[in-house]
């Protein structure tokens, strides 16, 4: 009995050392936090750019055109910001993993079926958790915000105009993130439904749409991530000889045991 139970507090703890499998978010500190599930580092400073604009001056209250945010980004890599120069603005690929889509009528779509709409990777939404978003995905999954809209096209029951901007993660920490407005925030990534235009995601609502990329009345902000985790991870190998070494003290302690 002594062995077996031996060999289940081992096991467990050679388990603990396996990725986790769940959705998270992970304060790296200094103002990082890392999405283990879209595997990218976001700033905890989503108003940032509002603040420090590294020389590239902004149209209204720090919102930018996309050509402007896309230099205020070219602008935080000059500088090396935090010791990276591979900031970027988050990405909006296809919720449906082939081609970007929209209604027939070019109004917004409301189940989470069309990328120009509300709902896009929502709970109950027709591709529930869908990362093809990276701030969606933040809104509806890691942040639990609700959207103007249900994906009947109804008022949202639950929708408060005050948006949440923390989330309890799987340490039972607060991860909150700060200057999140409820506002238009820049893609990187061009919207194809009209010339010169690229996808915005609005945190007041929850809509993800198409916003002209020149020169408009109604500049958006962006916020900067980076790819992967900036927290370093243990090589394969170093994990492996670890299970070794921790196979071969059970066998040592269950010989030890099975003579007792």
Do not use: H
């Not at 809104?139 to 408060?160: A, I, P, R």
């Not at 002209?212 to 900067?224: I, M, Q, T």
Request: charged residues 10%.
């Amino acid at each position: 009995m002594k062995a077996i139970l031996y060999t289940s507090v081992i096991i467990a703890t050679i388990c603990s050392f396996a990725p986790a499998a769940n959705a998270d978010l992970i304060n790296r500190g200094n103002g990082l936090i890392y999405d283990t599930v879209l595997n990218i580092t976001w700033l905890q400073d989503a108003g940032f750019m509002v603040t420090n604009n590294f020389g590239v001056p902004g149209q209204n209250a720090g919102r930018y055109t996309w050509d402007g945010t896309q230099a205020w980004i070219g602008a935080m890599n000059a500088a090396n910001y935090l010791g990276y120069s591979n900031w970027r603005l988050p990405k909006t690929l296809p919720v449906n993993g082939s081609g970007f889509t929209m209604t027939s009528n070019g109004q917004p779509g409301f189940d989470g079926s069309y990328d120009l709409g509300f709902n896009v990777s929502a709970p109950g939404s027709a591709y529930p958790y869908s990362t093809a978003s990276e701030m969606a995905y933040m809104y509806y999954v890691n942040l639990g915000n609700k959207g103007f809209f249900d994906t009947s096209g109804g008022l949202e029951l639950g929708y408060s105009p005050e948006i949440k901007t923390s989330m309890i993660n799987a340490s039972g920490q607060t991860i909150s993130f700060q200057n999140l407005s409820a506002y238009g925030y820049w893609s990187e990534s061009d919207c194809p439904f009209w010339d010169n235009y690229a996808w915005v995601f609005n945190f007041g609502g929850g809509g993800q749409d198409g916003a002209f990329k020149g020169e408009n009345p109604y500049p958006w902000l962006g916020w900067a991530v980076l790819d992967g985790d900036v927290a370093p991870v243990p090589e394969r190998s170093t994990i492996a000889l670890l299970g070794i070494g921790i196979i071969g003290l059970i066998a040592v302690k269950i010989r030890r045991l099975s003579c007792e």
